[in-house]
């Protein structure tokens, strides 16, 4: 069953801090996170591990609540390159290999 | 990560046609799948392509439309056959390297049915 993200879509101002999330109706053993921009392939960012730890890279860091089964996605001071459609993706038992995509967070960064 | 590359890139063909992509990694992996995307829509799971056996589809592709080969570890083609206008996508295969779960994503190939 396909994960459903919120928000749809979001504007921001260069600097600013993004929120994105993204849930699931079944148990999950890991989310996976992906950005695409305009014409261009999904590039990995992520991914998060049921009993792993939050990850993190420079600005861009997520969670994952298990018992929620709920990830989030946090871009603080937002630069003008994070600008995309934000995918989460998710694997719903190890093993399982293949991955179901949420419906996608525009996010668009303005100067 | 892996270094993916398709071909063609985009291409426009008449309906009833049959189109033939191909996927190249520059390692050696297990899992190899195929995906198709809308224009702006999120990504559908076509088939999972392991090396050595049957492509396992999932629930609304079948292998006589979209038929798969995967004669190595390093290759894969997805051909989409008898087109129509609604096959019109952006198809995209991804690898999953040994010992971790990420997906790696080719450039996708842009199909115009006319």
């Known amino acids: 069953q396909q994960p459903v993200q919120s928000p749809q879509a979001v504007i921001l101002r260069e600097g600013e801090d993004a929120v994105i999330n993204c849930s699931s109706s079944?148990?999950?053993?890991?989310v996976h996170w992906y950005r695409q921009k305009h014409g261009e392939a999904p590039v990995f960012l992520m991914i998060?591990?049921?009993?792993?730890e939050q990850k993190g890279h420079e600005k861009i860091s997520a969670s994952f609540n298990e018992k929620k089964q709920q990830s989030s996605l946090y871009l603080t001071a937002s630069q003008l390159s994070y600008s995309g459609t934000y995918f989460c993706?998710?694997?719903?038992?190890?093993?399982?290999?293949?991955?179901?995509f949420g419906q996608g967070t525009r996010l668009t960064i303005n100067p | 990560s892996a270094v993916i590359s398709q071909k063609p890139s985009r291409d426009i063909c008449q309906r009833g046609t049959s189109l033939t992509i191909q996927c190249q990694v520059d390692?050696?992996?297990?899992?190899m799948f195929w995906y198709r995307q809308q224009p702006g829509q999120s990504l559908t799971l076509i088939a999972t392509?392991?090396?050595?056996?049957?492509?396992?589809?999932e629930s609304g592709f079948v292998i006589d439309k979209f038929p798969i080969s995967r004669p190595n570890l390093t290759f894969s083609t997805l051909t989409v056959s008898n087109m129509s206008p609604e096959d019109s996508s952006i198809y995209l295969c991804?690898?999953?390297?040994?010992?971790?779960?990420?997906?790696?994503f080719g450039p996708g190939t842009r199909l115009t049915v006319t």
């Open positions: 991804s690898v999953q390297l040994a010992g971790g779960y990420e997906q790696y």
């Open positions: 390692s050696q992996v297990t899992m």
């Open positions: 993706g998710t694997m719903g038992f190890q093993g399982a290999q293949k991955l179901v």
């Open positions: 998060l591990l049921k009993g792993g």
């Open positions: 392509a392991n090396q050595g056996s049957e492509a396992t589809y």
């Open positions: 079944k148990a999950l053993y890991s």
